[in-house]
């Protein structure tokens, strides 16, 4: 009995082991794929002075710490590590911070291409690097602030028991950061207010370049190429928004079904929610080098003709 006990745990560890590499694989290298953009993004003159490659560079840059953030946190419960209350706070708000730089991001890049094709000749003057600057950074004040914000509603929690708590079941996640119930409601609040907003805003920027492509004064290869980058941009957006589900539907399935079929559908959900989006942002550098490229091309065609 002690044996095939022994047999086992061995191999109920070695299945766990088996699933962390299948999904600790891929996020690497696109973690990797990503650090290279990051370097490509800041290192030639061309991508630094283009507004729509800035935005790129700050969608990029919180694909890549969140997804850095989700596998430490990945990690640590594959490998059963528990750690205190405040470092695990720490961690969740961190990554909560990153995830929401992503959809209002997109809205930024959505509303950029927006303009360059109904407000072609005013671009240039909307759409400068400070304007850009000014609202990346705005982006990062704001949801730092509704970092806080959480924060501020952990006080009403009674501090002289925060020493004592541990994390059990190796779990750390935005759940445990819902310790009143008030801190819970403006969760949901406010992720529906955000993903609410920012589905609007590209949605009507997808809807404003698709009638602007049927007017006849507009570039139709350019609306197209707009039309492409914004259905992309929805896409993304999806994703975002399916990610914020991940939690409750980890903690319905923990109560529904066998831990090992449980394990399995988070190993899942965690390729699904987290490593998959960040798949698309390569898809869309890849995207939008081929149009400067062919910029590139047709200019010089112009001038040699």
Known sequence: SSRLTNISVGLHDLERGLLSSLTTLPCCVFFCINVIMLFTLRSKSVFRETCRYILLYNLVLADTLQMAVSQILYMMFFCRITLPYPVCGILVMFANLTNEISPLTLVLMSLERYVAVCYPLRHATIITIRNTEVSIITIWIFCSLNILIRVLLLLEFPFEELQRLQLKRYVCNTFLMFLTPVSHEYDKAYTCFLFVSAFVGVT??????????????TDKASAGKARNTLLLHLVQLGFSLSSTVNNALLLLTSKTVS???????????????????????????YNLCCQLKLLAVTAGAKIYP
Do not use: D, E, K, T
């Not at 997808?206 to 006849?216: E, I, Q």
């Not at 831990?259 to 550098?285: G, T, W």
């Open 204 to 217: 009507c920027s997808y809807v404003g370049v698709m009638l602007a492509a049927r007017s006849a004064s």
């Open 259 to 285: 831990h090992r079929v449980s394990l399995l559908i988070q190993n899942a959900l965690y390729v699904l929610l987290f490593i998959l989006p960040r798949c698309l942002v390569p898809i869309l550098v």
